[in-house]
């Protein structure tokens, strides 16, 4: 059985992979900055999968000291953690750059890369100290050089957790620890669709033309990654959900390319 430590947890991917960890027997610390939100998750998970097997740690991770609280907590809850995933992150607004506001610039570079900077910096101190150990950090859009307009500052994040994930495995080299990545590809979540109202008429509807064939909900999307996570032995592992040969097969389904996703959500 491993103890599993999710940032970001209380809805979305996080929750769902939350979920397949718990649905296969294993432990979990749940954690997001929204902390009714999480209780809520986390009382759900109880009453599905066992009070003893889930706990939940409202922080964020911007914070390095709540990090640390949120380690210890899991280490006082469940003994050890074999697995820590930085899934947290938000997007800014879809806007080119000289029209977003400069507010949310900060917000998302302190969570997108920072958080998962000081989240594997944590986990990496006592997986080391306990001699065993993985983390893996959430790739996004950005992340495999693709370019859109309105989404740099977001782009430029996950761009940066790759190139961070690859020199922390690196380091780590040689160690009885590992670091890698997982990329959920375009999963349909409230995070996707709250993002997509903040958009432009012409670019909502060029993203729905596409998100339409290649979006995939939470649990197809979850179960492949949790899968591949629990048998990964490797270092610097990338666990891809939608790779090109996948996206090609997509956009040759008829069924996928007469999809309508957004309608029910009023887009």
């Known amino acids: ?26 432990q979990v ?18 009453e599905l999968y066992g009070a003893e097997k889930v706990a939940g740690c409202a922080c964020d991770v911007t914070d390095l000291e709540q990090l640390q609280a949120l380690w210890k907590a899991a280490v006082d809850c469940f003994g050890k953690v074999d697995l820590w995933l930085n899934n947290a992150g938000i ?16 917000r998302v570079v302190s969570t997108n890369l920072t958080g998962v900077m000081f989240g594997t910096q944590v986990a990496l101190q006592g997986m080391i100290a306990q001699g065993f150990g993985q983390v893996y950090n959430s790739e996004g859009f950005g992340s495999d050089d693709m370019l859109v307009n309105g989404l740099s500052v ?10 961070f994930s690859e020199a922390v495995a690196q380091e780590v080299d ?14 349909l979540t409230d995070f996707l669709v709250e ?3 903040k958009m432009e008429p012409e670019q909502l509807e060029t993203t729905k033309a596409v998100y339409n064939v290649l979006a995939d909900d939470v649990e197809t999307v979850t179960i492949f990654l949790v899968e591949e996570v629990l048998v990964n032995t490797e270092n610097d592992r990338r666990i891809e959900w939608m790779s090109e040969e996948k ?17 029910q959500f009023g887009l």
């Open 29 to 46: 610390m749940m954690s997001s900055f929204a902390k009714e939100e999480l209780e809520s998750a986390v009382k759900n998970a109880q």
């Open 154 to 163: 977001y782009g430029a994040t996950k761009r940066g957790v790759r190139y």
């Open 91 to 106: 997007a800014n607004t879809t806007r080119k750059l000289w029209d977003l506001e400069s507010r949310e610039i900060p």
């Open 174 to 187: 040689g160690l009885p620890v590992q670091v890698g990545r997982i990329s959920p590809g375009i999963v």
């Open 247 to 263: 996206a090609n097969a997509y956009f040759a389904d008829e069924s996928r390319l007469s999809r309508d996703l957004f309608s």
């Open 195 to 197: 993002d997509m109202r």
């Open 1 to 26: 059985m491993k103890t599993v430590v999710i940032t970001g947890s209380s809805k979305g991917i996080g929750l769902g992979l939350s979920q397949q960890f718990l649905k296969r027997g294993h």
